[in-house]
């Protein structure tokens, strides 16, 4: 059974950076992508970044520069390292793992990752 933990959140004031962990136990597929989304109250899900089996990285425009997804495959553990957070940084985000696209790349939509984490609260104030 796939299980994800996230840690690292917290409450911090704009300019400042936190950096996510997630623990990631179960998985099988040595391919698996990883990926961080957040969601903020009254807002769709949104795809942070994500990093595949070899780790090409790609992040959504709003992070681009500002934030750095990796991994420690010898601790099973993804990262999401945020630095000039902003107030629209402010939502839960979650860790996520799925199987990569048949081209082998990794989906943005969230409706490709299979497992999720319970997620964790960044809260960036002004």
């Known amino acids: 059974q796939v299980h994800l933990v996230e840690s690292g959140g917290g409450s911090v004031q704009a300019g400042g950076s936190l950096r996510l962990s997630c623990v990631v136990s179960?998985?099988?597929?040595?391919?698996?992508?990883l990926g961080w989304f957040r969601q903020a109250p009254g807002e769709q899900r949104e795809g942070v970044a994500r990093?595949?089996?070899?780790?090409?990285?790609q992040y959504v425009d709003s992070v681009k520069g500002r934030f750095s997804i990796s991994k420690d495959n010898a601790k099973n553990t993804l990262y999401l390292q945020m630095n000039s957070l902003t107030p629209e940084d402010t939502a839960m985000y979650y860790c996520?793992?799925?199987?990569?696209?048949?081209?082998?790349?990794?989906?943005?939509?969230?409706?490709?990752?299979?497992?999720w984490g319970q997620g964790t609260q960044v809260t960036v104030s002004a």
């Open positions: 179960g998985l099988t597929r040595s391919d698996s992508c």
């Open positions: 990093i595949d089996r070899t780790g090409i990285t």
């Open positions: 996520a793992a799925g199987l990569p696209l048949w081209n082998g790349y990794c989906a943005a939509s969230s409706g490709y990752f299979a497992y």
